[in-house]
Structure formats: structure tokens, C-alpha cells
């Protein structure tokens, strides 16, 4: 692997919720409806590339560069404080309530 791929795989990253503290507002998914989706339990989830929705505990999903600022804002606004972004490659938080 080179320096910049490296580099790129550096930067990263992931985003999960916590089911267990999700409040079901909706927030996220308006701000990132490729990311996050309500199912019919009221609860908001990640969903993989391909749009299918990923409900194992801890279940995390590519955070694609375009749509960062929404994810990050989702992470801020969160009234749950259960939306976790974190590196891929060390899986440090980054944005949510375990950044640093
Ligand atoms: S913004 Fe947070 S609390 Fe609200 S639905 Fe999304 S994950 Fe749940």
C-alpha cells in the first residue's frame, strides 16, 4: 500500500448508533437519508451502500466523503447523544459523545 493510500484509509470513517439510547426524533435521517433510516420499531439505523438497513448491535456503515457534513451535524444534534463516528482505521471516536 502506498503513503497516500494509506493516507486515505487513514481519514476513514465509520458511523453506528446506539439503539439503546436512540429517542426515534428523527433527526439524523433528515439530515442524512442515505445514512440513517427509522424502522418500524420507532429506532434509527445505519444502512449499508446499498440502502439495506443494518440492525446487529454496533452495526456501522462507510461514512461517504460527500455526505460527512450531514453525518457530523446529525452527530451534534442528536438529542440521544447515540451517534458514533469514529476512524476506520483505529476506530477512535471522532464526532459523538466518546470524541475526544
Ligand atoms: S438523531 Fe439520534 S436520537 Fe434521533 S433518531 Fe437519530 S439516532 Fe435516534
Redesign the pocket.
Known amino acids: 500500500m502506498s503513503v497516500q493510500e494509506e493516507a486515505a484509509v487513514g481519514e476513514a470513517l465509520e458511523v453506528w ?1 446506539d439503539q439503546d ?9 433528515q439530515y442524512a437519508p442515505e445514512v ?1 433510516e ?1 424502522d418500524i420499531d420507532g ?2 439505523y445505519v444502512k449499508s451502500a446499498d440502502d439495506e438497513l443494518l440492525q446487529d448491535k454496533g452495526a456501522t456503515t462507510p461514512v461517504p466523503l460527500p455526505l460527512l457534513t450531514d453525518v457530523v451535524d ?1 452527530a451534534k ?4 447523544d ?2 458514533h463516528v469514529r476512524r476506520v482505521a483505529d476506530r477512535v471516536e471522532v464526532y459523538g459523545p466518546d470524541a475526544q
Open positions: 448508533i439510547l436512540c429517542t426515534g426524533d428523527g433527526i439524523c435521517v440513517f427509522l429506532l434509527a446529525s444534534e442528536c438529542p440521544g447515540c451517534i
